[in-house]
């Protein structure tokens, strides 16, 4: 199954929690925790680009399976990682952060995200 197309944030879970865990300022969380992020996947092969767009703020990564990239992580930081694809999941490790991105269906990913013992979930659906 392709991870190709464009998804909106439907949902999530533990947002709040989890930013404080990463360290960002109260103000911060409470501007960004309703906006309706849109992510866009663009699959060929092993490679992948991923644009997230919130409000303002667009994160772009490019990486190819298996192979080392320089990935831009949710603080802004540059890390480089190694992104692992088991059947319809990506699998990468970002400074301690593991995040495991899910294709559930035709029109549904799952991204969770996990610091310590605390997990964030955020639902997109396809649009």
Do not use: C, H, W
């Not at 879970?13 to 930013?19: D, I, L, Q």
């Not at 092993?46 to 490019?62: A, E, M, P, R, Y």
């Not at 603080?75 to 899910?102: A, H």
Request: charged share 25%; no cysteine; hydrophobic share 35%.
């Amino acid at each position: 199954m392709s991870f190709s197309g464009k998804y909106q944030l439907v949902s999530q879970e533990n947002f709040e929690a989890f930013m404080k865990a990463l360290g960002l300022p109260d103000d911060l969380i409470q501007t960004v925790k309703d906006v309706k992020s849109v992510s866009e996947i663009e699959q060929n092969g092993d490679s992948f680009k991923v644009t997230v767009t919130t409000g303002s703020k667009v994160l772009v990564n490019n990486f190819t399976i298996g192979k080392e990239a320089e990935l831009e992580s949710i603080t802004g930081e540059k890390v480089k990682s190694v992104v692992q694809r088991e059947d319809n999941k990506l699998k990468v490790s970002l400074k301690g952060i593991e995040s495991v991105t899910e294709l559930v269906d035709g029109n549904t990913i799952v991204n969770t995200m996990t610091l310590g013992g605390i997990a964030y979930k955020a639902t997109s659906k396809r649009v």
